[in-house]
């Protein structure tokens, strides 16, 4: 009983649970899978985005980098639709204007978003815990009495493979440690079949090993998913060694690979160096 209140009150908190299959309507033939442009925020007359372009390419896998208050986090939220910017564009394909649906509309249309903390159902199953993600569409009810077919079963057994839980798959997701728990939320992310992956520092509080491991899973997606990674961890940023963005005051100050970007002087000067 405690695990279906435990449920109930995710429902509701998860807005997530109630969407449906990714929308047929995202178009990304002609460019990139995320375009802003020159967005603004405000909070209280300060500049937490401040005309602020970035694209990401369909299958990319791109790091964001940035020292605290940089604007890292409204990102996120302005690209699902938690936070609506004062000017500006964004576009998820070519067709979705992000600034004009809501939360849930954005969610269903195919970005999904990891927060910092593990959010697991810690008394079902790693298994169930998947089960559940990618029946989130129809309700709770439906669910729980929802029977597998074939396919969804091979399905999940991919997931439990790219999230090394193959292993713990009838353990409860409580006894996981805390890097195993980010691991099956970014399953439980996976089975509703995301295009775009927003990931706010994965490897906070992981193990060097589990930190490694991480940055393969998330290297593994790159191609299938784009991925959009927010981390601080340097030595993770480089592990995963691919075009990494820097932000400073709102706006992104380079762009460039490791290399690049920790040769820049500005960048050391408002970040590395820090
Ligand atoms: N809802 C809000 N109200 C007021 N200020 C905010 C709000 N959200 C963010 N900010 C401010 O915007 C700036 C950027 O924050 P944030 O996007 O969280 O940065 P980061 O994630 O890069 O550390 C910070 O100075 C923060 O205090
Ligand atoms: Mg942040």
Redesign the pocket.
């Known amino acids: 009983m405690d695990t279906l209140r435990e449920l109930g009150k995710r429902e509701e908190v998860f807005s997530f649970l109630q969407h449906a299959a990714p929308s047929p309507a995202l178009d990304t033939r002609h460019g990139p899978i995320l375009y802003v442009e020159g967005v603004t925020k405000s ?2 007359g ?1 500049r ?2 401040d005309d602020l372009t970035l694209y990401i390419d369909d299958g990319e896998l791109r790091c964001l980098i ?10 996120m ?1 302005v690209l699902t639709g938690k ?1 609506r910017p004062d000017t500006g564009q964004a576009w998820f394909g070519q067709r979705l204007n992000l600034l004009e649906l809501p939360e849930h509309v954005i969610a269903q249309s195919g970005i999904g978003r990891k927060f910092q903390k593990p959010t697991v159902f810690e008394q079902l199953t790693v298994f169930e815990n998947l089960e559940l993600a990618m029946h989130a569409s129809r309700g709770l009810w439906t669910s729980l009495r929802w029977r597998l077919d074939g396919e969804q079963q091979d399905r999940i057994d991919e997931v439990l493979a790219l999230i090394s839980l193959t292993e713990q798959a009838h353990a409860p997701a409580g006894v996981l440690s805390h890097g195993q728990k980010q691991w099956l939320e970014i399953g439980s992310l996976l089975m509703q079949n995301p295009r775009l992956l927003l990931v706010d520092e994965p490897v906070a509080g992981m193990t060097g090993q589990e930190s490694e491991k991480t940055a393969e899973l998330l290297t593994s997606l790159a191609g299938k998913h784009s991925v959009v990674v ?1 981390e601080h961890d340097m030595d993770f940023v480089r592990s995963i060694a691919r075009t990494v963005s820097v ?1 400073h005051q ?1 706006s992104v100050l380079a762009e460039g690979s490791m290399d690049e970007i920790q040769s820049d002087a500005r960048v050391r000067e408002v970040y590395l160096g820090e």
């Open positions: 909070f209280d300060f937490a985005l940035g020292p605290n208050g940089a604007g890292k986090t409204t990102l939220d936070t927010v932000l709102g």
